[in-house]
C-alpha cells in the first residue's frame, strides 16, 4: 500500500511536469495590457498546485510511513483477470479501426463471458449475436449515430437500402 | 406500412445482386449507398450548427437525399479538428463539411497541416452580413457618436464578440483601423451569449450577425447602427451601410459545403443538385429572407476561385492584426 | 385570466388521444436513451427533430417534451444501477443513488429519484407558468462576473463537504480544471496542451468520456478485483409493498426537495449555469441541511432526491432563456432552438408576445410528460431492477460494451474511446489509493465556464479583481461560498476541541 502510494504520487507529480511544460508554450504571466492571466496561465499554475500537493503526498508518507504498511494494495488473486480485462478492452478498440465495432465488440463478448466469466455456451452465443443487433437498431436505425465499419462497410450497403 | 418496405427491400435486393454482379456501380446517376456525414466546423448549438441542421430538416422533408444526412460536430479548435479529418478522408464520398470563416482563418492561424485548396468544393449556400450593434438604451444613434463614445472611453470601449481570431475580432479590427480607435475585445464562446449579454449591459456593442440579435432588434432591445454590406439589409431598411457612411468596410461570413478531396465527380454532382434543389426550396427562401442572409449559391471552380480569393483576403486581415498579439 | 384560458386551450390539445399515446411513446423513448452510458436528451431531441416538421406542429412539442423529460428521468438510472451518471447533471445523483444500489435498495432508490424528479419538474413548470416573463430580465443580469461567482459557489457547496483527504481532494480539482483547458484557449484563440500532437485534442476531454471511464470501466475493474467472490451489487427486489414505502420516505422530503426544485429552477434558468451546478448545489445544501448528515454518500434517500428535485428543475429552468431570450444553456435547447426557427417561431422576448398559443402549448405540454414521465418510470423500475440481478460476469460485459459503444457515440471519435480505457485504468489506480473521483469529474464539467468568466471578467475591466465584489449579485455569491467553504472548517474546528476536552489528548 505505501508503495503504491507514493507511486501514485510520483506518477502524479511527473503528469503534473508534463502538463506544466506543455502549458509554457502559452503565456502563463499575468498581463495587464490585455487583463488577467494569459493561455497557458490557468493549466500551468493549477498543474503547480497539483505537483506541490503531491509531493506533500509522498512527504507525508515518508513521514508517518509504518502506518499501513500491512495491506496490500492489489490482491494478487484477482490482478491477473483485471489485467487481462484491460488487455481486452485495449485489443478491441485496436480492431476496431480496420475490423469494425460488429466485428470487435462480439470478439470481446465472446471472450469475456465464455472463457472470462465461464458461462454456458447458449447464453455466450445468444449474447454474442444479440448484441451487434441491437447495437445496429438502436445506435445507427434509431439513432442514426453510425459505429465504425472498417472492412466490413461493404456488407452494410444492403442494409443501409432496407433500413434507411 | 408494409407497402414502403417492400418495395425498400426489393431496391435493397436488386442492389445487392447488382454488387455482386457488377461491383459499385458508380456510373451515371450516382446515389449514396450509406447514410452521408455531415461534419460541421463548429460545436452544437452556434450559428453555423444550426443553420447545418436547418439544411438537413429541409433536405429530410424536402426529400431532397435517398440517404440520411447526419450531422456530425467536429468543432474542436476553431474547426482544426474538422478541417483534420477532411483531409484524413481522401477519397470519400460519403462525407461532406459544413464550413464557415475559419474555413481559411483555422489553417492561416496554425499550422495544421491542411491546405483547403485540395478539398473539393460543392456549394455556397449564402452569405451572412454583420451588423453593428449598440444598446437601445445607449445616447448612441449613428456612427459618429459611435466612434466619438468610443474614443471617449479611452480604449475601455468595451466590445464583445466570438472568440479571436474568428470573424467578430477581425471585424472589430477593421474598425479599428478604419477609425483609428481602440476597444477592449471581450471573447465569448457563441454570438447568442454576445447579444444576450450586450442587451444586459455587461458590453457597450457588437457585431453579431443579424440572425443572433434579430429577437432582441424586434423586442427594442438592441439598436443597429451600420451594416458591413455593399446595399442595405432588407430586414433593416433603415440602417445605413458603411459605403454609404463613406467607410469602405465588407465583411461576409460564408456558409458553404465542401468535400474531401479527390471525391467522385459523380457524387460531387450529385451533392451539388442536392444542394442546388435546397436552395430554390420556400423553406430556404423564407428563412434567408427572414434571418437577412444573402442567399448566393456558387458551385465548382467559381466558388473555388472565390475561397482562395478570401483566404487571400483573411491572410492580409491577420496580419494588419498582428497576429499573435 | 387570460394565463389560464392560454393554459386550457393548450391542456386541450396536448390530452387528445393522439397526442397521448406520443407522449407516452416518447417519455418511453427519451427513458431508455438517456438510461444509456453515454447517450442524453441532446440524441433523443436530435433524432425526432426532423420529424417534427412532418406532424402537426402541436404534436412534435409534445414529442419533443416528453423526450427530454424522459431522457432526464433516464439519466439517474444509470447512475443509481451501473454508478454511471449519463449526463453531467446525473453525477450528484451517484453519490447516494450508487451506495443504494449496492445495498440491495436500488428500488427505492429509482422510486426516490422519479418521484423527486416529478416534484422538482412540476414545481418548476409551475413558476414557468407564473414568472417566465419577469424572470427573463433576471436572466439578462447575469455577466461574466456573475457567472464566476455562481460557478465558484457550486464548487464550495461541494468541496466543502467532502471527507476525504484534502491534498488528495486538491489535487483531484486541479487534475479536473487542468483538463478541462485542453483544446482550443478561446480568449486568445491559441491552441493548447494538445497532447502527441493528436487531433482529437482539439475538441478538448469531454466530460462523458472523463464520466464513462472513471465510474464506467474504472469501477468495473475495481469491483473486478475486490468481488470476484462475492458480488458487490445486492440483488434488490420491487414489490409494491415496497413502492407505496418508497413513496411515504419521500413524502418525508418535501423541505428538500421544495427547496431543491427552487434552487433548481433558479440556478438552471441563469444562461450560463445549467442543472449540473444547481444539482450539486442542492445537494451541498441539502447535506448541510440535514438531520442525518453523516450518512450522506453511503446511501442516504435525501441525497439521491435532492439532485434529482434540482436537475429536473433546471432542465425546465433552461427552457426560459431559450424562449424569452433566445439563449440556448445546453446542447439541447439549442437544438430545440434550432426546430423553433424551422417552425418559423423567432425566440426572443416577442415570443410571448406574438406566439401566446405556442408558448403555453409547450407549457402544458411539459405538465403532461412530467406526469407520463413519472408514471412510465415507476412502472419501468422493475425492470431496471431486474437487470441488476444478471450474473456479474454478464452485467459486466454488457456495461463495458456499452461504455465503449456510448463513448464512441456523442463525438464519433475512436480518439475518446481510447481515453475512455486510458482513464478507466488511471481511475482504477486512483481510486484504490483513496482518491476522491467526484471532484475531478466535476472540476471537468465547471472548469471551462470558471475559467472564461474569469477571464472575461478581467478583460472587461481591465485587470481589476475588485471587480467581482463591486456588483452586488456577484458579492452576494462570492459572500456565500466563502461561508460554505469556512463552515465545514469551523464545524470541524468544533468537533476537534471537543475531542480534545472529552479526550484529553489530540485526535488523529
Not at chain 3, 406532424?55 to 423529460?69: D, R
Request: proline share 6%.
Amino acid at each position: 500500500m505505501l508503495l503504491a502510494d507514493r507511486l501514485i504520487a510520483v506518477g502524479l507529480m511527473a503528469l503534473s511536469a508534463y502538463f506544466m511544460w506543455h502549458a509554457y508554450a502559452l503565456p502563463i504571466g499575468w498581463n495587464g495590457m490585455t487583463g488577467g492571466p494569459g493561455g497557458g496561465a490557468f493549466p500551468f499554475w493549477l498543474s503547480a498546485i497539483m505537483l506541490v500537493c503531491a509531493a506533500g503526498i509522498l512527504l507525508r508518507s515518508f513521514r508517518n510511513g509504518t502506518a499501513d504498511n500491512t495491506s496490500k494494495f492489489f490482491d494478487i488473486e484477482t490482478l491477473g483477470s483485471v489485467v487481462s480485462v484491460v488487455v481486452a478492452l485495449i485489443v478491441t478498440v485496436a480492431i476496431m479501426p480496420w475490423g469494425g465495432a460488429y466485428i470487435a465488440l462480439p470478439l470481446f463478448l465472446l471472450w469475456y463471458l465464455k472463457i472470462f466469466g465461464k458461462h454456458g455456451w447458449v447464453l455466450t452465443l445468444c449474447l454474442t449475436i444479440g448484441t451487434p443487433i441491437f447495437l445496429f437498431f438502436f445506435f445507427e436505425v434509431t439513432l442514426k449515430i453510425l459505429l465504425p465499419k472498417g472492412l466490413t462497410q461493404p456488407l452494410f450497403v444492403p442494409l443501409y437500402a432496407i433500413f434507411f | 406500412m408494409t407497402y414502403p418496405i417492400t418495395r425498400r427491400l426489393a431496391i435493397a435486393a436488386a442492389a445487392s445482386i447488382g454488387l455482386l454482379s457488377a461491383g459499385p456501380v458508380a456510373a451515371e446517376g450516382w446515389t449514396p449507398e450509406r447514410p452521408v456525414e455531415m461534419v460541421i466546423m463548429a460545436g452544437t448549438g452556434g450559428g453555423a450548427d444550426r443553420l447545418a441542421r436547418l439544411f438537413q430538416s429541409i433536405i429530410q422533408k424536402e426529400n431532397l437525399s435517398t440517404m440520411p444526412i447526419l450531422p456530425v460536430n467536429k468543432g474542436g479548435g476553431s474547426g482544426a479538428e474538422a478541417l483534420r479529418y477532411l483531409a484524413d478522408n481522401e477519397g470519400e464520398n460519403h462525407l461532406i463539411m459544413a464550413t464557415l470563416n475559419s474555413y481559411y482563418t483555422t489553417p492561416l492561424r496554425t499550422d495544421i497541416g491542411v491546405d483547403i485548396e485540395e478539398f473539393t468544393p460543392i456549394a455556397r449556400m449564402a452569405l451572412d452580413t454583420f451588423v453593428l450593434w449598440v444598446n437601445a438604451d445607449s445616447d448612441i444613434e449613428t456612427l459618429d457618436d459611435y466612434v466619438e463614445a468610443v474614443k471617449a472611453s479611452g480604449g475601455t470601449w468595451k466590445m464583445g464578440g466570438t472568440g479571436t481570431g474568428q470573424e467578430d475580432s477581425l471585424v472589430t479590427a477593421m474598425l479599428e483601423n478604419e477609425f483609428g480607435i481602440s476597444v477592449t475585445y471581450v471573447p465569448f464562446s457563441g454570438g447568442g451569449d454576445v447579444a444576450r449579454n450586450l442587451v444586459g449591459g455587461h458590453i457597450d456593442s457588437s457585431v453579431n450577425n443579424p440572425s443572433e440579435a434579430l429577437g432582441f432588434y424586434q423586442a427594442g432591445e438592441l439598436r443597429p447602427i451600420a451594416a458591413f454590406t455593399p446595399e442595405r439589409i432588407s430586414a433593416f431598411p433603415d440602417t445605413p451601410t458603411m459605403g454609404e457612411l463613406g467607410h469602405d468596410l465588407v465583411y461576409w461570413m460564408q456558409r458553404s459545403f465542401v468535400a474531401p478531396k479527390g471525391m467522385a465527380p459523380e457524387a460531387v454532382a450529385y451533392y451539388t443538385e442536392m444542394f442546388e434543389n435546397l436552395s430554390q426550396s420556400q423553406e430556404w427562401q423564407t428563412y434567408t429572407a427572414e434571418k437577412a442572409l444573402m442567399a448566393d449559391f456558387l458551385t465548382g471552380e467559381e466558388l473555388q476561385a472565390y475561397f482562395l480569393e478570401e483566404r487571400e483576403k483573411h491572410a492580409d486581415l491577420l496580419n494588419a492584426m498582428g497576429e499573435g498579439s | 385570466m387570460e394565463l389560464l384560458g392560454h393554459l386550457a386551450d393548450g391542456f386541450a390539445t396536448s390530452l387528445s388521444p393522439m397526442n397521448l399515446m406520443i407522449v407516452i411513446i416518447g417519455v418511453t423513448a427519451g427513458l431508455f436513451i438517456g438510461a444509456m452510458p453515454g447517450l442524453g436528451s441532446v440524441n433523443g431531441v436530435a433524432i425526432v427533430l426532423p420529424l417534427t416538421f412532418i406532424v402537426p406542429p402541436s404534436s412534435a412539442i409534445i414529442l419533443l417534451a416528453a423526450i427530454y423529460y424522459g431522457a432526464m428521468y433516464g439519466g439517474a438510472i444509470s447512475s443509481i444501477l451501473l454508478g454511471i451518471p449519463g449526463a453531467s447533471t446525473a453525477v450528484a445523483t451517484t453519490f447516494d443513488g450508487r451506495p443504494m444500489a449496492q445495498q440491495g435498495k436500488a428500488g427505492l432508490a429509482l422510486i426516490a429519484a422519479a418521484t423527486a424528479s416529478f416534484v422538482g419538474g412540476t414545481i418548476s413548470v409551475i413558476l414557468f407558468t407564473l414568472f417566465a416573463a419577469p424572470l427573463a430580465d433576471v436572466a439578462l443580469a447575469f455577466g461574466p462576473p456573475e457567472e464566476f461567482a455562481l460557478v465558484l459557489l457550486a464548487f464550495t457547496t461541494f468541496v466543502g463537504l467532502g471527507g476525504d483527504d484534502v491534498l488528495k481532494t486538491i489535487i483531484m480539482i486541479c487534475l479536473g480544471l487542468v483538463l478541462s483547458t485542453v483544446g482550443l484557449d478561446l480568449i486568445s484563440g491559441q491552441p493548447r496542451l494538445i497532447f502527441f500532437d493528436q487531433p482529437g485534442f482539439y475538441s478538448g476531454v469531454s466530460f462523458l468520456v472523463l464520466a464513462i471511464g472513471i465510474y464506467g470501466v474504472g469501477e468495473i475493474l475495481y469491483t473486478i478485483e475486490t468481488s470476484k467472490s462475492a458480488p458487490s451489487v445486492t440483488p434488490a427486489k420491487l414489490t409494491f409493498k415496497e413502492l407505496k414505502y418508497g413513496l411515504k420516505e419521500m413524502n418525508k422530503l418535501w423541505k428538500t426537495m421544495s427547496f431543491g426544485s427552487i434552487m433548481g429552477f433558479f440556478v438552471g434558468m441563469l444562461p450560463a449555469a445549467g442543472a449540473t451546478p444547481a444539482a450539486l448545489m442542492a445537494y451541498g445544501l441539502a447535506k448541510l441541511t440535514s438531520k442525518t448528515s453523516s450518512t450522506f454518500g453511503k446511501g442516504n434517500i435525501e441525497g439521491v432526491a435532492a439532485p434529482e428535485t434540482a436537475n429536473n428543475a433546471a432542465s425546465t429552468g433552461s427552457l426560459l432563456p431559450m424562449l424569452t431570450l433566445g439563449i440556448p444553456g445546453s446542447p439541447t435547447t439549442a437544438l430545440l432552438l434550432g426546430g423553433m426557427v424551422m417552425w418559423g417561431l423567432v425566440p426572443g422576448p416577442m415570443l410571448f408576445i406574438e406566439q401566446p398559443d405556442f408558448v403555453w402549448g409547450l407549457i402544458s405540454s411539459l405538465y403532461t410528460a412530467n406526469l407520463a414521465a413519472v408514471l412510465v418510470n415507476l412502472a419501468l423500475i422493475p425492470v431496471f431492477v431486474w437487470a441488476l440481478r444478471m450474473p456479474f460476469t454478464v452485467l459486466c460485459a454488457i456495461v463495458l460494451i456499452l461504455c465503449l459503444v456510448g463513448g464512441y457515440a456523442p463525438s464519433q471519435k475512436l480518439h475518446d474511446v481510447w481515453l475512455i480505457v486510458g482513464f478507466g485504468v488511471i481511475g482504477y489506480f486512483l481510486r484504490k489509493a483513496d482518491y476522491p473521483m467526484a471532484p475531478l469529474v466535476l472540476a471537468l464539467v465547471l472548469g471551462p465556464l470558471m475559467e472564461r468568466s474569469f477571464r472575461q471578467t478581467l478583460i472587461s475591466e481591465q485587470g481589476n479583481v475588485l471587480a467581482f465584489v463591486e456588483r452586488p449579485l456577484s458579492a452576494t455569491f462570492i459572500a456565500l461560498s466563502a461561508i460554505f467553504f469556512l463552515l465545514p472548517l469551523l464545524n470541524m474546528l468544533r468537533r476537534r476541541m471537543r475531542a480534545k476536552t472529552t479526550a484529553g489528548k489530540p485526535a488523529e
